[in-house]
């Protein structure tokens, strides 16, 4: 069911007094010029970077700074000068911004977020998982247990706050908010119960909700298909379309794995919409609006290749990812035909963060590594391979000019790509 031109506000908790600004700085506007990876996935959402990649990639990166920054597995984002991360802090959960340059920490805002975690997910933690959204000199996260906030960016103001959920997907909240012009459109609510929500970016009033389907762990993305803005996610039983202006329901897909599990942000290439699943086929659908409707057909499917945790991108005429089976195998797939071009032998990490930026491809582990291959449909290229972190990164690392900032199990680390 769907809802629209709801005005009311939600019950908004104003939190200046949480607020610990330690250093007193500008407003800093973002331009849409300047390099920056805004929130998850990067500016777009696909997994591109805007990235001064040099012709051949240096020995070694060049480690600038780093800091103790808390738990969790939300990436970090970067925003002009800054950079921002949301993490854990014992019962807190905490937003913090850094000078992206020095290091020196600029405001940090913590809230009560006490969260128990599902004995199924306990390796994961307690978060927060999901990314950061910058825009308009705002900051939104959304907190493990869906407390929704939006902070200035120049200070660390609480601007609005909800609530926390009180029903929450089975293994925390884990979809990233999106700022689609003056709305932020967040994936509140839990499993079976759950509202896809377009909150007034400036209030927190609720603008739209659908209601339709429980959360899953993926995000939305925003693209024109038919000549229509839609608001395309993975939900908890089925991949969705909806207006973008108003919440409208127009099409549906049947998508459910193992224990509710879908968690890949559904990417749109080549007029194509491309998801897939734990043990679920790599699937592309053409949607289109007939005289019964919208429709997503499927162009194609690839059943040997299943994706899990990791999102594909994207370079010419091949789709790039990361296939759970063979314990982490990087894939590439034929966009126009699904068919596979190359496969890795497998053993690759739990999961990866797939970027490209320009003719290669960043696939960072949760091994640690930094893998750069060349963007090559004919086979997989290496081109080096470092170690960027001393724990796990779960967290995908935001990727900016010639910064790769990497968040592991409780450390930012911010390096640079010289040459």
């Known amino acids: 069911m769907v809802s629209v031109g709801v005005t009311s506000a939600p019950v908004l908790i104003r939190a200046t007094r949480w607020v610990v600004a330690s250093v007193a700085v500008a407003a800093v506007t973002v331009s849409a010029q300047s390099p920056s990876w805004p929130q998850w996935r990067g500016p777009a959402r696909d997994g591109v970077a805007t990235f001064d990649a040099p012709s051949t990639w240096p020995r070694a990166l060049t480690r600038q700074w780093d800091a103790l920054v808390g738990e969790g597995h939300a990436s970090p984002v970067i925003a002009g000068s800054r950079i921002v991360v949301h993490t854990r802090d014992g019962a807190r959960e905490a937003v913090t911004a850094f000078d992206l340059a020095s290091g020196k920490r600029l405001w940090r805002n913590a809230y009560d977020a006490p969260y128990r975690v599902n004995p199924a997910a306990q390796a994961h933690g307690p978060g927060p998982k999901s990314t950061p959204a910058v825009a308009d ?57 759950g509202a896809l929500t377009a909150f007034d970016a400036a209030t927190g009033a609720v603008r739209w909700r659908w209601t339709g389907d429980g959360p899953g762990y993926a995000s939305p ?102 296939s759970h089976r063979n ?12 068919r596979t071009l190359w496969t890795t032998r497998g053993r690759e990490g739990d ?69």
């Open 137 to 193: 000199g705002r900051v939104f996260t959304l907190g493990i247990s869906g407390v929704l906030s939006a902070l200035e960016l120049d200070s660390g103001r609480v601007l609005w706050r909800t609530p926390p959920s009180k029903v929450l997907p089975l293994y925390g909240t884990a979809t990233s908010p999106l700022v689609d012009g003056s709305r932020v459109i967040a994936f509140v609510g839990g499993h079976d119960n």
């Open 221 to 322: 993305v925003v693209a024109e298909l038919g000549g229509t803005r839609q608001l395309i996610t993975q939900s908890q039983t089925r991949l969705i379309g909806l207006s973008a202006a108003d919440g409208t329901a127009l099409w549906q897909v049947p998508l459910h794995t193992n224990f509710d599990q879908n968690s890949v942000t559904p990417l749109v290439s080549n007029g194509l919409v491309i998801s897939s699943g734990l043990e679920k086929p790599t699937t592309a659908y053409r949607v289109v609006r007939g005289a019964s409707g919208w429709q997503a057909q499927e162009a194609w499917r690839n059943e040997r290749v299943s994706l899990y945790m990791s999102s594909p991108t994207a370079a010419s005429q091949a789709l790039f990812g990361l």
């Open 327 to 338: 314990r982490g195998q990087f894939v590439a797939l034929d966009l126009s035909s699904g």
């Open 351 to 419: 999961n990866a963060s797939i970027i490209r930026v320009g003719p290669w491809l960043l696939l960072s582990t949760t091994n640690a590594e930094l893998i750069v291959a060349r963007a090559s449909a004919d086979r997989f290229d290496e081109a080096r391979r470092y170690v960027v972190a001393e724990s796990a990164t779960w967290a995908h690392p935001a990727v900016a000019g010639r910064t790769i900032a990497v968040k592991d199990v409780d450390r930012l680390i911010v390096w640079t790509v010289e040459g």
